[in-house]
């Protein structure tokens, strides 16, 4: 990204100013934009410095163990990160789950399968998804699928799939419509443009020869798309998966509405849960400064940046190996 | 946090007034974490004054403020962040005062330095959705209550219920809890009552802003938890009585002391409000749950106000002094006509009293 945009930048400024200029500009010029740069490490340096500093009370008196302890009880002052890293895991991996076959479906389309007249507002649809600001989900999620999820399809799997002996946890509880299930199928909503967007491109960028080679020797659409376009580009679509994640890893508002914010770890899909980001957003507000509970919160966002940075970095590793 | 730039901005413009109180805790938790930023935006003059904190006490102080700004000319720009978040920024200096459903413990009080004392009281009342069940018809008792909050009663024609309601019938749902998942004053009050009614949740769970619950779904703010009982057929949370009275739920009856039942409504508050020992309470922290009183609705609670002791600028403290007292002369028209019950006269008067410790601001007695 950088290396293409300084190429893009110097032949124009030359051949704009026409005679190169004298005196200081550019040096003043480069100073400006490398401190631009250093800005931004130290914004990130800086928010990782806070994060740990707040939440040093809470990992001096819990230790490591607040890292795996199930507890979140602002009365006996005793606090744990398991519950909502259990919530936003969990909610994380319901929509990728959901959402990479419905984002491969449709980058599929949008390559191989539409008409150009088709493709073109298509793929701007699919991007304009990706626009839709997260508050509007949550409310559509709140208002049509959590009632929706209470009235008929907890009820439903309940009598059909609940029946089975080992399926039967994953479906008890009381029908809320809120809870882990419903907060993956939001994010499933939330990231599937921009899986396909990264999906489409990837498969874009592939070399029309070798398709061509493929369907030369016979093979059917899904035939090439499953022999040469997939294993040819694997690591970038992973990549793109990897981006997705780390988005609805840090979810909040939309989350929030449909999740049933409770700090328990059930194995009901349908239970409620709690992911870090929206405990954060609720319980922030009322944390009494210099408390263990806002301490302990600051300890719960430091252990969020670590592991979106964590999924971010592999998406980096792996696309740029797939590159 | 970009989704609560986006909530504030639809908060301003009011464009969606239903979701007031959903979206307060996403502009809260922005406006909390830049405190200064949010309120140092406009130098106020000496007649503006600036308070932070409870959204319980949010729609009253705004009525004051829009009705006192003709009347005195102080004009108040008030944050509805929550009761913990009034208190910090007050503590912080960052407001000339902080609003507080739960009062301060009088030691916290003394080392920051601030003078507490109550505006108005309000009622929180439980709400269900149980199909072909009239408003009020249900009958509880605290004890079953805090056994439906905690799970322990966990269907609807349990016979602890059936007791207690001759004649009703009721369904064989499961019973849904559904709480406040943002910490809230609402949720102290209503857990403070639980754990008066109910020694087992006094033991187990006990009572703060925000709780372990042991079961249940949490919804933000009061719409979230109504449209989440709404929503879940044999759901119970509870709200804050202006909210359910203007959105008509289904409230429940509840036994007062005494043993008889009582609907909530401004007449029961007013009983709990009368029968209160307010001469014994230091700062003002009075208790009204489950008073003496006959058909006083039990949990009842006062919301307070937080001043500075040692204000920076007495001027803008006596601004301060000047509007409560506003409120007290004239503002009870407009706390009863939105369910907020006013202090009994002799308790306005001793407040009154009480600001004579705040050093340097002058408020016509």
């Known amino acids: 990204m950088s290396q293409s945009v300084r190429t893009a930048t110097w032949p124009a400024a030359a051949s704009a100013g026409g005679a190169r200029p004298s005196g200081f500009g550019d040096p003043l010029f480069g100073l400006l934009v490398r401190l631009c740069g250093l800005l931004v490490l130290l914004l990130i340096g800086g928010i990782m410095l806070v994060m740990a500093f707040g939440g040093r009370e809470a990992f001096s008196t819990f230790g490591l163990g607040f890292l795996w302890s199930p507890a979140w009880n602002p009365v006996t002052n005793r606090f744990g990160a398991l519950a909502p890293v259990y919530g936003t895991i969990v909610t994380a991996v319901i929509g990728l789950l959901i959402a990479v076959p419905f984002a491969f479906g449709v980058a599929f389309c949008l390559t191989e399968m539409a008409p150009r007249w088709l493709a073109g507002p298509l793929g701007t649809a699919v991007e304009l998804l990706a626009a839709v600001p997260s508050i509007i989900f949550g409310m559509w999620g709140f208002f049509v699928i959590v009632p929706a999820m209470a009235r008929h399809v907890q009820p439903l799997l309940r009598h059909s799939l609940g029946q089975l002996p080992l399926l039967h946890t994953l479906f008890s509880g009381p029908p809320f419509g809120t809870g882990l299930l419903t907060a993956g199928l939001i994010l499933a909503v939330m990231i599937t443009p921009f899986v396909a967007a990264v999906m489409r491109d990837v498969f874009n960028s592939m070399p029309a020869v070798l398709k061509e080679s493929a369907y030369g020797l016979g093979s059917t659409r899904w035939e090439v798309m499953r022999l040469v376009v997939l294993p040819w580009s694997r690591q970038a679509v992973i990549g793109g998966i990897m981006l997705g994640l780390g988005r609805a890893l840090g979810e909040t508002m939309a989350v929030t509405f449909v999740i049933g914010n409770t700090n328990r770890i059930s194995a009901s899909l349908f239970s409620p849960g709690n992911t870090i980001a929206s405990l954060i957003a609720l319980e922030f507000p009322e944390s009494a400064a210099g408390s263990l509970k806002l301490s302990s919160l600051l300890a719960l966002g430091l252990i969020l940046m670590l592991i979106s940075f964590v999924t971010l970095f592999c998406s980096r590793l792996l696309l740029r190996r797939g590159a | ?365």
């Open chain 2, 1 to 365: 946090m970009r989704s609560s730039a986006t909530s504030r901005t639809v908060l301003r413009s009011g464009a969606c007034p239903g979701f007031r109180q959903t979206l307060f805790a996403g502009a809260a938790t922005l406006l909390a974490a830049l405190p200064t930023l949010a309120l140092g935006a406009a130098p106020a003059a000496a007649a503006d004054i600036t308070g932070a904190g409870s959204t319980f006490a949010a729609p009253i102080y705004g009525a004051w403020g829009a009705a006192a700004k003709s009347a005195t000319g102080t004009s108040l720009n008030y944050q509805a962040l929550g009761s913990g978040a009034g208190q910090n920024q007050v503590i912080a200096r960052t407001v000339d005062f902080g609003a507080s459903d739960a009062p301060m413990a009088a030691d916290k009080l003394s080392s920051n330095q601030l003078l507490q004392f109550p505006t108005v009281m309000g009622g929180v009342v439980p709400i269900v959705n149980l199909p072909g069940i009239a408003p009020n018809q249900i009958k509880l008792t605290g004890e079953v209550l805090a056994q439906l909050f905690s799970g322990e009663i966990s269907q609807w024609n349990d016979p602890k219920i059936a007791a207690l309601n001759p004649g009703v019938k009721l369904p064989d749902t499961a019973v849904a809890p559904v709480h406040r998942a943002d910490g809230s004053g609402t949720t102290f009050v209503f857990t403070s009552y639980l754990s008066k009614a109910n020694p087992d949740w006094k033991s187990k769970v006990g009572a703060a802003s925000s709780i372990s619950w042991p079961a249940g779904a949490g919804a933000k703010g009061n719409d979230g938890v109504a449209a989440t009982v709404r929503n879940t057929e044999g759901g119970i949370g509870y709200v804050e009585y202006a909210y359910a009275d203007k959105n008509h739920l289904t409230t429940t009856e509840l036994k007062d002391k005494a043993g008889a039942f009582v609907a909530p409504n401004f007449d029961s508050f007013s009983k709990a409000a009368a029968a209160a020992d307010w001469n014994n309470a230091p700062n003002f922290a009075v208790d009204l749950l489950d008073t003496a009183g006959t058909g006083a609705w039990p949990i009842v609670s006062a919301t307070f106000v937080l001043v500075p002791t040692n204000p920076k600028d007495p001027a803008r403290a006596s601004a301060v002094l000047g509007f409560f007292d506003w409120g007290f002369r004239n503002g009870a028209p407009i706390a009863q006509k939105m369910q907020y019950v006013p202090l009994p006269a002799a308790v306005q008067a001793s407040v009154r009293q009480s600001w004579s410790k705040v050093a340097g601001a002058k408020v016509a007695q």
